[in-house]
């Protein structure tokens, strides 16, 4: 009797993405205290391989996902005192130029680099609206305003750039490149302050134990299924 390898290959198909999943949730956990990460959903769907016209029963159906949604929902904001820490309320990202190119981020724990910029925790330069680099005297003290204008000593340095696009995507160290089309966004820029992740902890562990569940089931069902192939075909050569 000829084993169908069909079930098994599904089945393979789903523990890897169950795997994923539970990736992308422990990810999402593990960031629960970094200031302005946005929790990250993946959209699954079903995908036929290949698009067999006939033979229905041939017919490969895989489970797979479409696409990484990033939640853009308000973290909390939390009152941190120090004049370079910054929160975004409502909408937009900070501009960062990074060494792979400009990125996004709405983590706004900032400082002045020694040649006298305004950096992120990663190194990146922070950029204003004319898309250059923020230069930062840190003998002198620093006010910005919820427009997010830099007076130093009453006199007007610049102004950061926030900016907002139809999507983002995650490219790690709170970083997010821009998808779509760009749009002003609506916000109040907060000195003295950071945005939370915007992930529920509570909800993160719900999830990491229903993933863990979901990776176990495909395995034992694919152990199952690998022994009922063998006895059916110990039974056809019987």
Do not use: C, W
């Amino acid at each position: 009797m000829a084993i169908n390898f069909q079930p098994m290959y599904v089945l393979a198909a789903g523990g890897e993405r169950a795997l994923d999943n539970l990736n992308n949730v422990t990810n999402n956990l593990a960031n629960v205290n970094t200031p302005g990460f946005k929790k990250l959903l993946l959209n699954e769907m079903s995908q036929k391989i290949p698009d067999n016209k006939g033979i229905s029963g041939d017919l490969f159906v895989f489970p797979r996902f479409e696409k990484s949604i990033v939640v853009q929902n308000q973290g909390t904001i939390k009152d941190t005192g120090r004049k370079l820490d910054f929160a975004i309320f409502g909408e937009g990202y900070f501009k960062v130029d990074t060494p792979t190119g400009q990125l996004l981020t709405r983590n706004g724990h900032f400082s002045v680099s020694p040649d006298g910029f305004l950096i992120d925790q990663n190194g990146g330069y922070i950029l204003d609206q004319n898309n250059k680099r923020i230069s930062i005297d840190a003998t002198k003290t620093i006010n910005v305003t919820k427009e997010g204008e830099i007076y130093q000593e009453g006199s007007l340095v610049t102004k950061i750039a926030i900016v907002q696009f139809d999507n983002v995507k995650p490219v790690g160290n709170s970083y997010y490149s821009p998808s779509g089309n760009s749009r002003t966004a609506k916000f109040s820029l907060l000195q003295g302050h950071l945005e939370s992740s915007n992930v529920n902890a509570i909800e993160s562990m719900m999830d990491l134990i229903n993933s863990q569940r979901r990776f176990e089931m495909y395995g034992n069902l694919l152990r199952s299924l690998d022994q009922l192939e063998q006895r059916s075909h110990e039974i056809g050569r019987a």
